[in-house]
């Protein structure tokens, strides 16, 4: 996983809010603010961040899963067991709010995923019988 910077983080709440965003404190097991990068972030370590929007002060708790066996080895089977986390925590009574859901780029960027409905594949074009190409059916 990329390191990630309180100019990312503060680039996504940005975009997420679509308001201007002020981080305020960024703490969580293990992770110290060292500059613009926050060090000791892990996968399964939550990150505490205090925030305002528009003075208006907020905190939020940014999570990842742990990979390992029994279905969270592969990063695909992460982002489904959190897309419905997200899709389904908001409809619970009494429940914690889920802000978004998101993803790390490798260049340290985060995006949201929250608002999608639906997902898709964009593959290159290729003339003829595409993959078969080669095969004789």
Request: net charge negative; proline share 4%.
């Amino acid at each position: 996983m990329p390191s990630l910077s309180v100019q990312a983080l503060t680039d996504y709440l940005t975009s997420i809010y679509r308001k201007p965003v002020h981080i305020t404190a960024v703490t969580g097991h293990g992770a110290q603010e060292e500059g613009d990068d926050l060090k000791g972030l892990d996968y399964g370590s939550p990150l505490f961040i205090e925030y305002n929007v528009e003075g208006k002060p907020k905190k939020a708790v940014l999570e990842t899963m742990a990979e390992f066996t029994y279905g969270h080895d592969h990063f695909s089977d992460r982002a489904q067991s959190i897309l419905w986390e997200h899709a389904s925590l908001n409809s619970l009574p009494r429940h914690v709010r889920s802000l978004d859901s998101s993803a790390f780029l490798n260049s340290g960027k985060l995006i949201s995923t929250g608002r999608a409905t639906e997902f898709f594949l964009l593959t290159e074009f290729v003339q003829g019988n595409g993959y078969f190409k080669d095969l004789e059916l």
